[in-house]
């Protein structure tokens, strides 16, 4: 049973501060990982893509993959009102087989 | 990333009925597939459509009640079949478009069935 673990949340940031977003996976075998956004009512959308161990950063995202600890994590920087989504960790097991975690529900309070 | 469509955006469904849910590709894409995400869940692969062959299902899904189309590269369609009240979801495809696993996700459809 492939396994994607996220805490579910709500994560309550101010304005202004870094949101931290962790997800932990069971298969040492997984060499893709992803993060979604999801607002409510919409699709997920693509946000970062991490593919071998240490940060990855795209403006006020930075994403950062332990392979060895079998964790993945997102930073978001300078929160914004509009950050408030729920964030979806997706690992790919096997060629293009996605599992995706449950879920952090992020507010970013004004 | 392409361009995804589905057909319908939502719908509402009778018990016992079925429902075709299109997904229309802008741009040639060799993988595609169909997710339900149930509320307040997460995603959930339903199975792979396979351009010229039958999808490939995921543990817990079935042809007989999930029947997939891929006439073509652009173009996959996922029928549930025989709905009850268990199938209200929101059904995905998706599309892998690079070499690097991504996947882009079409719209959605919020079925409801009654």
């Known amino acids: 049973q492939k396994e994607v673990e996220q805490n579910s949340g709500p994560l309550s940031v101010p304005e202004g501060a870094i949101a931290s977003l962790n997800c932990t996976y069971s298969?040492?075998?997984?060499?893709?990982f992803f993060w979604y956004r999801q607002y409510s009512g919409k699709s997920p959308e693509l946000i970062m893509s991490?593919?071998?161990?240490g940060d990855k950063e795209d403006g006020r995202f930075t994403a950062q993959l332990n392979k060895a600890s079998q964790y993945v994590s997102l930073l978001i920087r300078d929160s914004q009102p509009s950050d408030s989504a729920t964030y979806l960790c997706a690992v790919v097991y096997n060629f293009n087989k996605f599992y995706f975690g449950s879920g952090t529900k992020l507010n970013v309070k004004p | 990333s392409a361009v995804i469509s589905q057909k319908p955006s939502r719908d509402i469904c009778q018990r016992g009925t079925s429902l075709t849910i299109q997904c229309q590709v802008d741009s040639q894409v060799t993988m595609m597939f169909w997710y339900r995400q149930q509320p307040g869940q997460s995603l959930t692969l339903i199975a792979t459509?396979?351009?010229?062959?039958?999808?490939?299902?995921e543990s817990g899904f079935v042809i007989d009640k999930f029947p997939i189309s891929r006439p073509n590269l652009t173009f996959s369609t996922l029928t549930v079949s025989n709905m009850s009240p268990e199938d209200s979801s929101i059904y995905l495809c998706?599309?892998?478009?690079?070499?690097?696993?991504?996947?882009?996700f079409g719209p959605g459809t919020r079925l409801t069935v009654l």
């Open positions: 459509a396979n351009q010229g062959s039958e999808a490939t299902y």
């Open positions: 298969d040492r075998g997984s060499q893709s």
């Open positions: 991490i593919y071998s161990n």
């Open positions: 998706s599309v892998g478009v690079s070499s690097y696993n991504e996947q882009f």
